[in-house]
């Protein structure tokens, strides 16, 4: 009877408790879409330095003297060249991407690496304007990023929660322009932008595949873009000839190129 018992305790838990839980261990490929946002900063301006002793923060003057700039500044692409024409703010975007990683699985625990490429059609601008009057107009583009990642995870049965942290790596792409036609512009400098990423998500496993949504934050160095700001035919009276005959260098104040990701993701994991 005992051994009876136990049989029939054995079937019941069987029948209860799967067989076997998701595997999420070996070697996997996914694709990504989702939309991207900048993380934007509406306090950006534009910073100069008069002087070219490498620091910025030098004031632009009129005869007068006063502040140049003292219209302001806006997150976005001028509409005219004042700064009552306003801004048109810049766009978000959907985003598209695919990746190759491995997982390793230690009992509930699931750590691996992941790397990916994404496409998108991210700008970030900001404009400066004059008393002139005149607008001074910086964007920079990224359409695709390169990143390399590692994660941990929690696994209970087909559902994975995880972090994931990395580097990131873009081609950034620099616009300059202005409405002042009387002052020359030369930009200078320019680079990939170097940075990482940080972010989380849940996945749901189904054999095979599995299911994700995932949310990450993307920061991108964007360093040593410079306008120099030249005499060209400018009258005495510019202020930019003002503040230094011979010339002012000119950068946005924010070296970073920051964005928020949400993504859906479907895997497919190759069997061991």
């Known amino acids: 009877m005992k051994t009876l ?23 996997y490929i996914a694709h990504h879409f989702g939309y991207s946002t900048l993380a934007e900063d509406e306090d950006e301006t534009l910073l100069f330095d008069t002087n070219r002793d490498g620091t910025y923060g030098d004031t632009v003057n009129t005869s007068a003297p006063a502040n140049a700039f003292s219209p302001g500044f806006c997150a976005g692409s001028p509409k005219g060249n004042n700064a009552a024409a306003g ?28 790397g990916e490429i994404e496409l998108t059609d991210l700008s970030d601008s900001v404009t400066g304007f004059s008393t002139t009057p005149a607008a001074y107009h910086f964007r920079r583009d990224v359409d695709s990023v390169a990143a390399l990642r590692g994660r941990l995870g929690y696994a209970m049965n087909d559902w994975l929660t995880y972090a994931t942290a990395g580097v990131a790596r873009a081609e950034i792409n620099r616009v300059y322009d202005t409405t002042n036609t009387a002052n020359s512009f030369t930009p200078m400098g320019g680079s990939n932008g170097d940075g990482y990423q940080l972010g989380a998500g849940v996945e749901k496993g189904m054999g095979d595949w599995s299911v994700g949504v995932e949310y990450l934050y993307t920061s991108l160095k964007d360093e040593d873009y410079v306008v120099a700001v030249g005499p060209g035919s400018a009258g005495l009276t510019n202020p930019f000839r003002i503040v230094n005959p011979a010339g002012t260098d000119m950068i946005r104040s924010s070296d970073t190129f920051d964005n928020h990701s949400v993504r859906v993701v479907v895997s497919y994991r190759f069997g061991m």
């Not at 838990?13 to 070996?26: F, H, K, M, N």
């Open 87 to 114: 801004c048109d703010d810049d766009e978000n975007t959907p985003a598209f991407g695919a990746r190759l990683g491995y997982d390793w699985q230690a009992g509930n625990w699931v750590y691996g690496i992941v």
């Open 5 to 27: 018992l136990l049989a029939a305790s054995a079937a019941a838990l069987a029948t209860a408790v799967p067989a076997t839980a998701q595997d999420w261990s070996g070697p």
